[in-house]
């Protein structure tokens, strides 16, 4: 089984500050590997998908890199509505895994 | 509009069973695999389980292979997850969610298993 590590457990950052959340995985995933947003009482929602490809609907502000086993998520500029629980997943081998998530907090 | 309706969730004692059903609407059901995810009470995210687009292949987490059965019904547009033999630690929301590059989730139903 695929373990994913995201670090850190927690960033307190200001509303305008760039994020820089990272995910590592136990073994290669090459580049399937995705990132969600998620918010108490709502459903997850998918930002990043295939390492770096921006899902539907999602502000530029988010950007995703890596492959393999290093993978990082930024966020270019915070906007208020950004704060939230981010989990990494991993679709390379089954069982597929989730990260145990970053909560990104205002400071 | 795309919508993933979850329901069936409840109160269960240790042992006893439920059956989860997610309703799609708003897009091609048959062509899409779906998934279980389920977060337990200040927990993160767990994936558990996979069925493909004709169900030909299925997965299931370590955590509940054996109990746990995921199946699909394409003509009626819907995802079921029948749970037997629950433990308190299957308490958690649990969420059908489309593949993963498609990024459709429902809103979750909670599953409460005590005694």
């Known amino acids: 089984e695929i373990v994913l590590t995201q670090s850190p457990a927690t960033l307190s950052l200001s509303p305008g500050e760039r994020a820089t959340l990272s995910c590592r995985a136990s073994q290669s995933v090459s580049t399937y590997l995705a990132w969600f947003q998620h918010k108490p009482g709502q459903a997850p929602r998918l930002l990043i998908y295939d390492a770096s490809n921006r899902a539907t609907g999602i502000p530029a502000r988010f950007s995703g890199s890596g492959s393999e086993t290093d993978f990082t998520l930024t966020i270019s500029s915070l906007e208020p509505e950004d704060f939230a629980v981010y989990y990494c997943?991993?679709?390379?081998?089954?069982?597929?895994?989730f990260g145990q998530g970053t909560k990104l907090e205002i400071k | 509009e795309v919508q993933l309706v979850e329901s069936g969730g409840g109160l269960v004692q240790p042992g006893g069973s439920l059956r989860l059903s997610c309703a799609a609407s708003?897009?091609?059901?048959?062509?899409?695999?779906m998934n279980w995810v389920r977060q337990a009470p200040g927990k993160g995210l767990e994936w558990v389980s996979y069925?493909?687009?004709?169900?030909?292949?299925?997965y299931y987490a370590d955590s509940v292979r054996g109990r746990f059965t995921i199946s699909r019904d394409n003509a009626k547009n819907s995802l079921f997850l029948q749970m037997n033999r629950l433990r308190d630690e299957d308490t958690a929301v649990y969420f059908c969610?489309?593949?993963?590059?498609?990024?459709?989730w429902g809103q979750g139903t909670l599953v409460t298993v005590s005694s």
């Open positions: 069925i493909s687009s004709t169900s030909s292949t299925i």
């Open positions: 997943q991993q679709r390379s081998n089954w069982p597929s895994s």
């Open positions: 708003g897009f091609t059901f048959s062509s899409y695999s």
């Open positions: 969610a489309s593949a993963v590059t498609s990024g459709y």
